[in-house]
């Protein structure tokens, strides 16, 4: 069995991740596929919470031109990460997962409300636990969820899986040429280079309680086992 270097992580999935080439809603062949990447790691014994964004059902910036109220509108974004949550769900169950999806916004007739030690011993239960609805606050983005979840249940690591980028470049790889890829850097080194691989906060917070990052390519098979194994893949944040 391969070494595990990460035995509890959060794993964040951007809601364009499950629409895959289509750009919107949910690929069903494209979240068949994710679902059986985590099944690849929960079979190790890995620990494992999800955050997932909500950008395939809905962007802010439609709200923007509507000139809706920037909080209403990132309540509308918290509602399509449930909605990805549940599809998630199903997935994972249908393939032998078990999961709990918990909200920040209560839903008591379809996911548990976010309770920090419910959600702990799902997780040491065996249970794959999806966190959904963002923190349940406006102005604040699904990648400082993933980052309060971490440090919530004390995580190992925070996974950010992207979508077609293989790690954290000095600008998009995919309109400049010239981005260079960093192996390993450090938060104040996102911060100051003004990185955008998640926003400021997120970013402080994972940097106060010293939670690392890895950011990887989401769309090459085995890419989710190869980090919890400690292969050298996409780009590392850790202070140290």
């Given at each position: 069995m391969s070494e595990i270097k990460y035995k509890r992580i959060v794993l964040k999935l951007s809601g364009e991740a499950l629409a895959g080439d289509t750009g919107f809603g949910i690929n069903p062949p494209v979240i068949?596929?994710?679902a059986e990447e985590i099944k690849?790691?929960?079979?190790l014994g890995i620990q494992i919470?999800?955050?997932?964004?909500?950008g395939n059902m809905w962007r802010g910036e439609a709200g923007a031109e509507m000139g809706m109220e920037r909080a209403q509108a990132d309540y509308i974004g918290m509602l399509g990460t449930i909605m990805?949550?549940?599809?998630?769900?199903?997935?994972?169950?249908?393939?032998?997962?078990?999961?709990?999806?918990?909200t920040s916004i209560e839903m008591r007739q379809i996911a548990e409300p976010y309770i920090r030690r419910k959600a702990v011993r799902h997780l040491e239960k065996g249970r794959v636990v999806i966190f959904a609805g963002g923190t349940g606050n406006p102005y604040f983005s699904t990648d400082t969820t993933?980052?309060?979840?971490?440090?919530?249940?004390d995580a190992d690591a925070i996974l950010m899986a992207k979508n077609g980028v293989d790690?954290?470049?000095?600008?998009?790889?995919?309109t400049n040429k010239e981005a260079k890829k960093f192996d390993t850097l450090t938060y104040m080194d996102i911060l100051n280079k003004g990185l955008k691989v998640m926003d400021s906060t997120a970013s402080s917070l994972s940097m106060d309680n010293n939670i690392p990052l890895v950011v990887f390519n989401l769309n090459e098979a085995g890419n989710i086992k190869k980090v919890v194994t400690g292969d050298n893949i996409g780009t590392t944040v850790k202070e140290k």
């Amino acid at each position: 069995m391969s070494e595990i270097k990460y035995k509890r992580i959060v794993l964040k999935l951007s809601g364009e991740a499950l629409a895959g080439d289509t750009g919107f809603g949910i690929n069903p062949p494209v979240i068949k596929t994710i679902a059986e990447e985590i099944k690849a790691i929960y079979e190790l014994g890995i620990q494992i919470g999800i955050v997932v964004g909500g950008g395939n059902m809905w962007r802010g910036e439609a709200g923007a031109e509507m000139g809706m109220e920037r909080a209403q509108a990132d309540y509308i974004g918290m509602l399509g990460t449930i909605m990805n949550g549940l599809a998630l769900q199903d997935n994972l169950e249908s393939i032998g997962v078990p999961t709990r999806v918990q909200t920040s916004i209560e839903m008591r007739q379809i996911a548990e409300p976010y309770i920090r030690r419910k959600a702990v011993r799902h997780l040491e239960k065996g249970r794959v636990v999806i966190f959904a609805g963002g923190t349940g606050n406006p102005y604040f983005s699904t990648d400082t969820t993933a980052a309060l979840r971490a440090a919530e249940i004390d995580a190992d690591a925070i996974l950010m899986a992207k979508n077609g980028v293989d790690g954290i470049y000095s600008d998009d790889p995919r309109t400049n040429k010239e981005a260079k890829k960093f192996d390993t850097l450090t938060y104040m080194d996102i911060l100051n280079k003004g990185l955008k691989v998640m926003d400021s906060t997120a970013s402080s917070l994972s940097m106060d309680n010293n939670i690392p990052l890895v950011v990887f390519n989401l769309n090459e098979a085995g890419n989710i086992k190869k980090v919890v194994t400690g292969d050298n893949i996409g780009t590392t944040v850790k202070e140290k």
